[in-house]
């Protein structure tokens, strides 16, 4: 091991290979639920530099574990407690290599900050419309192994639709070129899409060429109290109607993850009175007079239609910052209250009603007392459906009591509708196992023959997706 860190040293520098010291920044994930031991923390400067550490790993035996800004929720992005992995950060690589006005393309590397992407194309007069809570610390790269989600993917998909073309380290330490900027390009399978959602257990993805979108010359955002879930998803349905691919967004939040927003969050305003079910919905157009008069007329005949029982438009873009912040500051609220269980999960808008209420009588009568944190992107189909332990219980001996036994009733209920147990988050190492029960065997058969075949020695991101 000393051999291949004197040789790591020589290929990245020795200010860039950490190996003593506190390295719990890397070490631990996000939600501080795993924590591992790497041999060292290699930050390359390059794709050259990225290259020729996966090859030293490889003559050495040696396996990767690619990391982004360490913000997911699966723990697929940290090293086992082995003390033998290499963890591999793209943190120094964020040049920006190319903004395309005419061509609506941006090429950046992986390690960029989603923020400063967005920054850039709107500095253009430009949209880069991939969003999410961790955006100010997240990384394109990981975004684009987790095909990230977010809260604009009502309009514009997913990370993967918002990718054109990929440069990756392949696990021989080869560089695949493929940062097309082509929207159309019918030659053969395509690798990009096979290794977007990934989670770097087939190769190392070190830049990306993106789609940028106009930047519309409006936005308007509000937020209506609904006294159901079915008035919600009555709600989407006539604004998707109405406002068509003007509508961007469309978040939903149960009374009860609002009210911990506001318990540990107690200076963030909350406009309306406490509802049953909280909408924030976001509208694009090409005017602010337009996009206004579109919002209040939806909202004027929900409310008058009983869908709606109070709405308030924001007034300036500081007022529709601080409706989203009170949307995102949920996942923090959580945080402060103490471990929960996490379900990310995705259904046919036209089940969740159902499955809401079904799941909150079957759950509270498995465990009295429990609190159900419901929230997420109603519009595209996406709750993140949390648990937390009942009020004064420990939240460890919680997890440690219900969580199998929850997720697995939450799961089948999600599956008996057509849905799937992970809509954004991934599978890393904590939905390995329910990836290999729920899954067919026909697509797991499939996916360990891609994996065979690009990683025949394992070395990628090994234990994480994909089990031995």
């Known amino acids: ?67 982004g800004g360490n913000t997911g929720l699966v723990g697929g992005g940290v090293p086992d407690d082995s003390g033998r992995q290499v963890l591999l950060s793209l943190g120094r690589m964020q040049r920006i290599r190319q903004i395309d006005a005419d061509n609506l393309t941006l090429t950046a590397e992986a390690g960029c900050v989603l923020q400063t992407l967005q920054q850039a194309a709107g500095e253009a007069g430009l949209l880069f419309p991939l969003s999410l809570a961790a955006e100010g610390s997240c990384t394109i790269g990981g975004n684009l192994a987790s095909n990230a989600g977010g809260t604009q993917v009502l309009r514009y998909g997913n990370a993967r639709e918002l990718c054109l073309g990929l440069e990756v380290v392949t696990p021989q330490g080869e560089v695949w070129d493929g940062l097309s900027g082509l929207r159309k390009d019918n030659t053969g399978y395509d690798l990009r899409d096979l290794f977007i959602g990934s989670e770097g257990t087939l190769g190392v993805i070190t830049a990306a060429t993106l789609k940028l979108h106009p930047r519309p010359g409006a936005t308007m955002t509000a937020l209506a ?4 879930i079915e008035a919600c998803v009555a709600l989407l349905r006539r604004a998707r109607q109405r406002l068509d691919a003007g509508l961007t967004g469309f978040e939903v939040m149960e009374r009860f993850a609002l009210d911990l927003v506001a318990k540990h969050f107690s200076t963030l305003p909350q406009p309306l009175p406490a509802a049953r079910w909280t909408v924030l ?106 648990l937390q332990a009942p009020q004064g219980e420990s939240a460890a001996a919680f997890l440690a009591q219900h969580e199998a036994a929850l997720n697995q009733r939450v799961y089948d209920a999600v599956m008996a509708r057509g849905g799937s147990f992970s809509a954004e988050h991934g599978i890393g190492a904590l939905k390995r196992g329910e990836l290999a029960r729920r899954k067919s065997p026909v697509a797991l058969g499939m996916m360990r023959a891609i994996k065979q075949a690009l990683d025949p020695d394992g070395l990628m991101n090994p234990g994480r997706l994909l089990g031995p």
Not at 225 to 228: D, I, R, T
Not at 340 to 347: P, R, V, Y
């Open 225 to 228: 109290a609904c006294g159901s």
């Open 281 to 386: 919905l976001e509208l694009a157009a090409p005017d602010e007079a337009q996009a206004r008069a579109l919002l209040e007329a939806v909202l004027g005949e929900a409310l008058e239609s009983g869908e709606v029982d109070d709405a308030v438009v924001a007034e300036s873009l500081a007022q529709s910052q601080a409706l989203w912040h009170l949307r995102e500051s949920i996942p923090l609220a959580q945080a402060e209250e103490g471990l929960n269980i996490k379900n990310d999960i995705a259904l046919p808008v036209s089940a969740i009603p159902g499955f809401v209420t079904e799941m909150a009588d079957t759950l509270r009568a498995l465990v009295p007392g429990i609190r159900l944190v419901t929230f997420g992107h109603l519009g595209d189909g996406n709750l993140h459906y949390n």
């Open 1 to 67: 091991m000393t051999t291949l860190l004197d040789a790591l040293r020589a290929t990245v520098g020795a200010a860039n290979v950490l190996h003593d010291g506190d390295l719990s920044a890397y070490e631990v994930d996000w939600r501080k639920r795993y924590r591992g031991r790497a041999l060292a923390v290699v930050r390359p400067g390059s794709t050259a530099e990225v290259a020729a550490v996966v090859r030293l790993c490889r003559e050495h035996g040696t396996s990767l574990v690619p990391q």
